[in-house]
C-alpha cells in the first residue's frame, strides 16, 4: 500500500509527528502533497528511473519527497547531512540526479552544494535557499489529478564511505504500481514484528539512513504513525516513548549505551509500558550492552542483521538471543553460506565471509561493475556478500565476528576488534572506543585501542593500566590491546558506525 490508500480512509490519522516540536502531518496532507510534488516533478521532465535527490534534516517534508518519487517511478537519493560540500555534489552528480530537495535547516550547506552541481530542478523547503525555488511555491502550484499510472520508484542509497568514496547502490526498480503488494520489508515488518496500522514507531536517527528511512517508510505503507525525533537524545527518547505512547522503535547499540550510562533516577522516571518492541541494528552490539538493555526494558528488543544492499535478512528475539548470546539470528531473506577466501563453502562453527543466496542479487553498485561483481560469489553468482565474517551453529544461527577489512592478524593469529570493543565499551571510565590493527615489526601487526574517555575520567597512563587490566580479565592476552591512546572524540557515522580507515590513518607508515 501507500499513503493514499490510507487518506482515503483515515485522512485525519498523523502519518507523522515530529518528537520535539509536536508538529504533525496527516495522511490527507501526505498524499496530497507527495502527489502534488510527483506532478511537478513530472511536468519538470522527470521520467521513470530517473533520480531525485534530497539532502534533508529529520523534517517531515522528506516524507513528502520520498512517496513524490515512490509513486512516480522515481529513485530518492536521500544524502548524508553530515558530510562537505565536495562530498554532497559528488552524490549529487555520481548519482544522475534531475531534481534537487533541500530543507533550510541545511541551507548554508545547500548552497555550497549548489555552485558545484548541475541539477536542473531545485526546490527547497522549510524557508529560502539561495539557488533555490520554493517548495511550497511549487507545490500550490501543482496538479492533484492522479495520473492513470503510478509505477513504484525506489531508494538510491550511497554506501557510508568508511573508506574511498561511497558507492550508489542502487536497486532493480519493482515491476509494480505503487499501491500493489510486492514490497519484501513491509511483508517482513507485518508477518514478524507485527506492525499494523495502530503501530507509533519511533524513529530516532537521520532520516537519510538506509534503516530510518525505508522503516518509517513501511509504516505509512501499512498505515501507522511514525513519531521522527530531530536529533538522538537519550532521555528525549525514553520521554517521547511516554508523550506518544510508542508500540515500536528502532536503535541502534550507541544509543543503547547512551540511555544505559543515564543516571538511574532518569531511566526509572518515564513510563515505558506501551512500548513493545524494540529493533535493533546497523552495528553489531555487545552482549553485556543487550544484557542490560532486555533486563532495563524486557524480552522485547529484536535485533536483525542486513545491509543497504538488500542481499538478505535474519532475525532474532530476545528469548532466542538470551539461549544464543551474541547471535543476530536465522535468515528470513535468502540463505546463509559461510565460505573461506577460495568461495569453498565451511562448516558449521567455521568463521568466513557470510554471503546470502537469493534468486538474483537484488542490486548494482552505480557505475561500478567491477565492484559489483566483487561481492559475487566465483561461483555462485546470486550469492552476495558485503565483506563481513561469521559463522553458523549447528541450529542455523548467525554470529558475526567482524568485518573482513577490520580483521587485525598478529602473528599469524586472526583478531576480531569487534570482540575486544564489546568488552571495553561498558567500563564505566569509557565513553566510545575503537580497536584495530597497526604495523607491527615483530608481529606483524599490533592492536592498538583508542578511547574517548567518559565525562570525569582523566585520560593518561593510569587510566590505560587500568583499561588493560580490564580487558586482561575478560579475553585472552593475545587479543588485549598492547597500548591505549586517548581522544576527545571517535569518528563515527551519525548512524554509529566507526569510520575506522581515518582512525587507522594516523598509524599508518609515513
Known amino acids: 500500500m501507500y499513503p493514499g490508500v490510507h487518506a482515503a480512509t483515515h485522512p485525519d490519522r498523523p502519518a507523522l509527528i515530529m518528537a520535539g516540536s509536536g508538529r504533525r502531518l496527516t495522511y490527507r496532507e501526505l498524499d496530497e502533497r507527495s502527489l502534488r510534488l510527483a506532478n511537478q516533478l513530472r511536468a519538470a521532465g522527470l521520467g521513470k528511473g530517473d533520480v531525485v535527490a534530497l539532502l534533508s534534516d529529520n523534517s517531515p517534508e522528506a516524507f513528502e519527497v520520498y512517496w513524490a518519487a515512490l509513486r512516480s517511478g522515481l529513485y530518492v537519493c536521500a544524502v548524508n547531512s553530515h558530510l562537505q560540500p565536495e562530498e554532497v555534489a559528488y552524490i549529487v552528480n555520481d548519482s544522475g540526479a534531475s531534481a534537487l530537495l533541500v530543507s533550510a535547516g541545511l541551507a548554508e550547506l545547500a548552497e555550497a552544494v549548489a555552485e558545484q552541481v548541475t541539477v536542473g530542478l531545485r526546490l527547497a523547503f522549510g524557508g529560502a535557499v539561495l539557488g533555490f525555488d520554493d517548495y511550497e511555491e511549487a507545490l500550490a502550484a501543482a496538479s492533484t489529478e492522479v495520473p492513470a499510472s503510478q509505477p513504484c520508484g525506489a531508494d538510491l542509497l550511497y554506501s557510508s564511505g568508511t573508506t574511498g568514496r561511497p558507492k550508489g547502490i542502487k536497486p532493480n526498480l519493482p515491476d509494480r504500481q505503487v499501491h500493489e503488494p510486492g514490497n519484501v520489508l513491509v511483508d517482513l515488518l507485518s508477518a514478524f514484528y507485527g506492525f499494523t496500522e495502530d503501530t507509533v514507531y519511533l524513529s530516532p536517527a537521520p532520516v537519510y539512513h538506509a534503516a530510518p528511512l525505508r522503516y518509517s517508510a513501511s509504516v505509512h505503507a501499512i498505515g501507522g504513525t511514525v513519531v521522527m525525533m530531530e536529533r538522538f537524545d537519550p ?73 543497504t544492499e538488500g542481499i ?35 562448516p558449521s562453527g567455521e568463521v568466513g565471509t557470510v554471503y546470502f543466496g537469493r534468486d538474483e542479487v537484488p542490486f548494482e553498485y552505480l557505475g561500478d561493475p567491477d565492484k559489483t561483481r566483487s561481492v559475487k560469489h566465483p561461483e555462485h553468482g546470486n550469492w552476495a556478500t558485503v565483506g563481513d565474517l561469521g559463522y553458523v551453529d549447528d541450529d542455523g544461527f548467525l554470529f558475526l565476528t567482524d568485518r573482513k577489512a577490520f580483521m587485525i592478524i598478529s602473528g599469524g593469529v586472526n583478531i576480531y576488534p569487534q570482540e575486544v570493543e564489546n568488552v571495553l565499551v561498558l567500563h564505566p571510565a569509557i565513553l566510545d572506543v575503537a580497536v584495530f590493527g597497526v604495523p607491527d615489526a615483530e608481529m606483524g601487526e599490533a592492536v592498538k585501542a583508542v578511547v574517548q574517555p567518559a565525562p570525569g575520567a582523566e585520560p593518561g597512563p593510569d587510566l590505560e593500566r587500568e583499561i588493560l587490566d580490564y580487558a586482561r580479565q575478560r579475553v585472552a592476552h593475545y587479543k588485549v590491546p598492547r597500548s591505549v591512546d586517548f581522544a576527545s572524540e571517535l569518528p563515527r557515522t551519525p548512524t554509529g558506525k566507526l569510520v575506522k580507515g581515518k582512525l587507522k590513518a594516523r598509524y599508518a607508515p609515513s
Open 312 to 346: 538478505g535478512m535474519t532475525l532474532i528475539d530476545s528469548a532466542q538471543w538470551l539461549d544464543k548470546p551474541g547471535s543476530v539470528g536465522r535468515s528470513v531473506l535468502g540463505e546463509v553460506h559461510i565460505c573461506d577466501e577460495d568461495g569453498r563453502e565451511l
Open 235 to 307: 532521555e528525549g527518547a525514553l520521554r517521547a516513548i511516554e508523550e506518544y505512547g510508542i508500540t515500536h522503535s528502532q536503535w541502534v547499540p550507541t544509543m543503547f549505551v547512551r540511555m544505559l550510562k543515564l543516571d538511574e533516577q532518569i531511566r526509572q522516571r518515564y513510563d515505558l509500558s506501551s512500548h513493545r518492541m524494540a529493533v535493533h541494528a546497523a552495528a553489531p552490539c555487545p552482549v553485556e550492552v543487550k544484557r542490560a538493555m532486555i533486563e532495563w526494558w524486557g524480552p522485547i528488543l529484536q535485533e536483525y542483521y542486513a545491509a
